[in-house]
């Protein structure tokens, strides 16, 4: 048994998954930075994580093949000894932001296969692999994260795949809440609002524009060691009574405003 706590996070090469690996680093946790095709990315990432002085490992995978679920999850358990934390980033926006009348089969699938299935599949997995090394007395506890969105909640018709990915996400939070609370396992949900990334960098000119306009009350965008300090604060226990609970991170964007 190590002392060591360890987090898994998908799509944690770039953006937000990035911030998320360097936030937790600095709460004392492993890290396995798990990414799908950008090496090199992922390189940057362990090592901005190892200037931390916590250790880190890559592990590619695609989280939309349900087949390379036990190999991730195992993979980390085998180098770190435990997994106390999955953190479920990994997502693709639609390739074409076409009409809702329009948009196409394909990509439906892709994004719904990304966002959507994968994780839910990989937390069925991993979940069942917490559970036993809880039993085991390797660890007290699991946690698991979902990054969504508040697409979760807010209709984009340019993107209806995207939106639809996210709010069944939401809804697989709540489930695995449910049934994983009697394992000592806790499971939260993290919506971010615009956060600069490469995802939103072929839109900057549109939320500049929007942003200066007042679509939030906090005029700025979102950065992602702005997610990464709400993950922090699950991975730390500071919600531990709370699971199920949702936590927006978009600068005031839920507020209904006259
Ligand atoms: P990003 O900059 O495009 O980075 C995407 C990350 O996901 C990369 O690490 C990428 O790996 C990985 N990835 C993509 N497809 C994958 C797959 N099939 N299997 C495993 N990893 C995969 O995106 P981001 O903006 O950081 O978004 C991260 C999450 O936050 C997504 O779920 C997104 O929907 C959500 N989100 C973003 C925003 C925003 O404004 N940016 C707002 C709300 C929610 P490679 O580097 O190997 O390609």
Redesign the pocket.
């Known amino acids: 048994m190590t002392n060591q706590s360890c987090a898994l996070i998908?799509?944690?090469?770039?953006?937000?998954?990035?911030g998320i690996a360097v936030e937790l680093a600095k709460a004392g946790y492993d890290i396995l930075v798990?990414?799908?095709?950008?090496?090199q990315?992922?390189e940057e990432t362990k090592k901005i994580v190892e200037e931390t002085g916590r250790r880190a490992e890559i592990w590619q995978?695609?989280?939309?093949k349900l087949e390379d679920h036990g190999k991730l999850v195992d993979g980390a358990i085998a180098i770190f000894g435990r997994l106390d934390l999955l953190v479920n980033?990994?997502?693709?926006?639609p390739k074409v932001r076409a009409d809702l009348l329009e948009m196409s089969e394909e990509s439906y699938r892709h994004v719904i296969d990304?966002?959507l299935t994968?994780p839910f599949f990989l937390t069925q997995y991993a979940a069942n692999r917490m559970i036993a090394l809880r039993k085991s007395g390797v660890m007290p506890r699991g946690r698991i994260v979902f990054?969504?969105?508040?697409?979760a909640y807010t209709a984009s018709i340019n993107r209806g795949e995207?939106c639809l990915s996210?709010a069944g996400l939401s809804m697989a939070v709540k489930l695995f809440a449910d049934r994983l609370a009697e394992e000592e396992i806790f499971v939260y949900e993290i919506?971010?609002?615009?956060?600069?990334?490469?995802?939103?960098s072929v839109v900057t000119a549109k939320y500049d524009q929007l942003i200066s306009a007042g679509l939030t009350p906090q005029k700025r965008w979102?950065r992602?060691e702005d997610?990464g300090k709400a993950v922090s604060a699950i991975a730390q226990g500071y919600f531990d009574f709370s699971t199920g609970a949702t936590i927006e991170v978009g600068g005031g964007f839920e507020i209904r405003r006259l």
Do not use: L
Not at 10 to 18: D, E, P, W, Y
Not at 89 to 93: K, L, M, P, S, Y
Not at 147 to 151: A, D, R, V
């Open positions: 998908t799509g944690a090469s770039r953006g937000i998954g990035r798990n990414y799908a095709g950008n090496r990315a992922a995978a695609d989280v939309s980033n990994a997502g693709v926006a990304v966002n994968g990054i969504t969105s508040i697409s995207y996210k919506q971010p609002g615009v956060i600069a990334t490469d995802m939103t979102g992602p997610v």
